[in-house]
């Protein structure tokens, strides 16, 4: 008997403060805290704005060395590559399902196998179809690594406010949608090891400064290859990408600023 495919999903859940990921109904989340390791005080960088931190998710390097300062996207001097490009290059199935346009630079040109993009961020149903679409594409083939942006949580804290009542709604919401790209995982007998976090926090109706709600993110491993606990060393949003390669079996790019979190990892 066949065991359960192996994939490394990625879920990125944009502006959401670990205290406020707390606060919500989170059945999704708290299941993958219990069965996983986790911090809730792991740090992004500056400035704290999607696109900087996003590419410093994937790429492995802080701004400076990546040189994207706004959500405008520049290409870089002195390349980088994505964790996605290394899978693509390895012969990895890669896939990305993102609902913000500005995200599509986090990789190479032909390094996804699927890129699904809808704009649609600004409302809770903009998340639920990219959870409805990623599902489906799993559904229909597998892939090695796949990358899940759910975008409405910080497009809610920019109009009613972070840690607001619609705020607080919103990463429930998002917690429904990653609970489906999961049961569509167990339908197809694919048994994930997930990473989510955020690429920043948000204090009143912005964020992007060096402040404590801004800044800290919450860092979540659960699956197989994890050793479940609280991490109590620093985690730094771009220790992702080497950590992700990883659990991926890559070796990490000799560019990559990020450290493999081996603390969060079972010894092979």
Sequence with gaps: MAGKQKMVLLVSVDGMRPDGMMEADTPTIDALIANGAYTLAARTVMPSVTLPCHTSMLRG???????????????????????????????????????????????????????????????????????????????????????????????CGHEKGWMSKAYIDAIGNADLCIGQVLAACAEVDIDPTVLLLSDHGGHGQSHGTDCAED????????????????????????DTCTTLAALLDLPADRTWEGRIVTEALLQK
Excluded: M
């Design 61 to 155: 390097v802080d701004v400076p060395r990546h040189g994207v300062t706004s959500n405008t996207f520049a290409p870089l001097a002195r390349p980088v590559p994505s964790v996605i490009d290394v899978a693509h290059r390895a012969g990895r199935r890669t896939g990305f399902f993102y609902n913000w346009g500005e995200l599509r630079d986090l990789c190479e040109p032909g390094s996804l196998d699927v890129a699904y993009f809808r704009q649609d961020a600004h409302r809770p149903e903009g998340d639920q179809h990219i959870a409805a679409a990623a599902s489906a594409h799993l559904k229909e083939q597998a892939f090695d690594f796949l990358f899940v942006y759910l975008g409405y949580t910080d497009e």
């Design 215 to 238: 800044i800290t993110i919450p860092w979540i491993l659960s699956g197989p290859g994890v050793k479940p606990g609280e991490l109590h060393s620093e985690v730094r949003i771009f």
